[in-house]
Nanobody, 114 residues
Framework: VQLQAYGGGLVQAGGSLRLSCAARSIFSIRDMGWYRQAPGNQRELVAVITSGGSTNYADSVKGRFTISRDNAKNTAYLQMNNLKPEDTAVYYC??????????WGQGTLVTVSS
């Protein structure tokens, strides 16, 4: 598996979770991002971070989620605070490299109970 995502789980509303995404054997990664897909919905961007550390967030998560990365470890993180039931979804990480080529992780389920 080249892109491994983990850290999902069940949490009550208002709680926190931290997702991790580790890239193996993928070189020259530029952007790393997190996307999510809820049942019946399309996959949507949650947050993205460039190799230089610039970030962008979906309006729905601004102020609650923080994306970060460790370039030496080829790993990205998503700290999710003040979770809401509408954050419930399968979260996917993605890594972009020149080509262009995008790699997808296998997804990790986040369930927020009310």
């Amino acid at each position: 598996v080249q892109l491994q995502a983990y850290g999902g789980g069940l949490v009550q509303a208002g709680g926190s979770l931290r997702l991790s995404c580790a890239a193996r054997s993928i070189f020259s990664i530029r952007d790393m991002g997190w996307y999510r897909q809820a049942p019946g919905n399309q996959r949507e961007l949650v947050a993205v971070i460039t190799s230089g550390g610039s970030t962008n967030y979906a309006d729905s998560v601004k102020g609650r989620f923080t994306i970060s990365r460790d370039n030496a470890k080829n790993t990205a993180y998503l700290q999710m605070n003040n979770l809401k039931p509408e954050d419930t979804a399968v979260y996917y990480c993605a890594a972009d490299r020149p080509g262009p080529r995008r790699y997808w992780g296998q997804g990790t389920l986040v369930t927020v109970s009310s």
